[in-house]
């Protein structure tokens, strides 16, 4: 994390979303002393306010928003079309550089918070210490280190294998004195060769476990879910964070159940669907642009056909999901790392969170100040108001009415100090 100022800093903007709602506010000016917002409103006002050495930053007609926040990466992983094989066969050396560049790319596209959710070994943490010593840029960290995970299970090569309820809470007490900041656990098969995404990894009670220890050392959970049956036991077992939520059956076929989308909003779980993932979406963008410019092939027109498909089930599915009023507990997360997922792009998952039903504005919020709350950090930031951490990012039109806006990041501070 960048180290904070000393100095007085006013950035001024021709529009303010401060993440709480509503629409964005006009020539809007924050005042940011050291690392903390002390003062927002209009530029006048703040002028009143500014002490006679502080630095003005006017960023025109941008529309600032809080910083976001991406609630699912693997940092280690490179998301350059590897398989898992492939990516893990780089030694942890390589895989902590990748790290830093994938920091890198998240912050320069507006990411300012990030959690971990997953790597080999030590990686996870030896990222966040490079950040907090300031060897390295990128967002700020919350890290769950190596994934727990059952014998042969998703992500086994991460090293955090743990069967039954005892090892699974001694794997939790290692986790947390090794500095988790919370638990990730595989509740079902994954893209891992040999798992089985549609089948459910753990049991109920082995889950209990889980989240019953993280809980004791006021941690929580995050627990991967693809599978139907693990979306039931993960709400059965307190787990605090689902991701994914695909209602995958045995047969790699999506079925939503109501019964569990109910059990899911009465238990107030955040769920973090991780859109562009299942929906290959990077790849619908680059084809989707070759169309409009004329220059896709036919296989290609027929390929992203295919993709589209595909992509409306995962959509359908959520839009069906959100039918049972869970949308303020929703938290964008781009898996980033596996397969083609690239850093940098939290603006294709808010771009799908539109097209289930979702305004721009909402998605704004979802990715700020509910994303905030969900990770236990909405003291400190998710919203523009005094007495927060300074992290704001800027964008070329305004993002609440136009989702396309998220794409264009004309700069980002972090802390109060302007870093992309």
């Excluded at 940011?32 to 703040?46: F, H, M, N, S």
């Excluded at 080999?120 to 010593?133: A, M, Q, V, Y």
């Excluded at 004309?410 to 302007?418: N, S």
Aim: charge should be negative.
């Amino acid at each position: 994390m960048p180290n904070s100022i000393s100095t007085h800093v006013v950035i001024q903007a021709g529009r303010l979303a401060d993440g709480l709602g509503g629409a964005p506010k006009t020539d809007q000016a924050i005042l940011v002393t050291a690392d903390r917002i002390t003062a927002v409103g209009p530029k006048e006002e703040i002028q009143k306010q500014t002490p006679p050495d502080a630095e003005i930053i006017d960023l025109g007609s941008a529309c600032v928003t809080p910083g976001l926040i991406d609630g699912h990466t693997h940092l280690s992983l490179a998301g350059d079309g590897r398989n898992y094989a492939e990516m893990f066969a780089d030694t942890d050396e390589m895989m902590v550089l990748t790290g830093a560049m994938n920091m890198q790319r998240h912050l320069a596209a507006g990411i300012t918070t990030l959690r971990e959710h997953g790597a080999r070994n030590k990686i996870g943490f030896t990222l966040k210490e490079g950040l907090s010593r300031g060897y390295i840029p990128g967002p700020r960290m919350l890290v769950s280190g190596r994934p727990i995970t059952c014998t042969g299970g998703h992500f086994h090569m991460c090293n955090e294998v743990a069967d039954g309820e005892e090892e699974i809470r001694r794997s939790v007490r290692r986790l947390v004195h090794e500095g988790a900041d919370y638990i990730k656990i595989m509740a079902s098969g994954g893209g891992t060769e040999g798992t089985i995404p549609g089948l459910p990894s753990y049991t109920t009670a082995e889950l209990h476990a889980a989240a019953h220890e993280a809980h004791q050392f006021h941690r929580t959970t995050a627990a991967h879910c693809r599978a139907k049956e693990s979306m039931e036991r993960a709400v059965q077992a307190g787990i605090d964070l689902m991701e994914h939520a695909e209602f995958l059956d045995p047969d790699d076929q999506l079925r939503f159940d109501p019964k569990i989308a109910e059990m899911m909003a009465e238990s107030g779980i955040w769920i973090s669907p991780t859109l562009q993932a299942w929906t290959r979406y990077p790849r619908i963008v680059e084809l989707t642009a070759k169309r409009d410019t004329g220059t896709i092939l036919p296989e290609e027109e027929v390929e992203l056909t295919q993709l589209e498909e595909k992509a409306e089930m995962r959509l359908d599915v959520m839009r069906r999901t959100l039918d049972y009023c869970l949308q303020e507990r929703i938290v964008p997360g781009t898996d980033s790392g596996v397969n083609n997922l690239a850093f940098g792009h939290l603006d294709y998952d808010l771009q799908l969170l539109v097209r289930v039903g979702f305004t721009p504005a909402e998605a704004l919020v979802a990715a700020t100040r509910i994303s905030a709350e969900a990770i236990g950090l909405d003291d400190e930031i998710g919203t523009v108001e005094p007495g927060k951490i300074a992290d704001l990012v800027a964008f070329a039109g305004d993002p609440t009415t136009d989702v396309k806006a998220f794409s264009r990041v004309v700069a980002v501070f972090q802390a109060g100090r302007r870093v992309a």
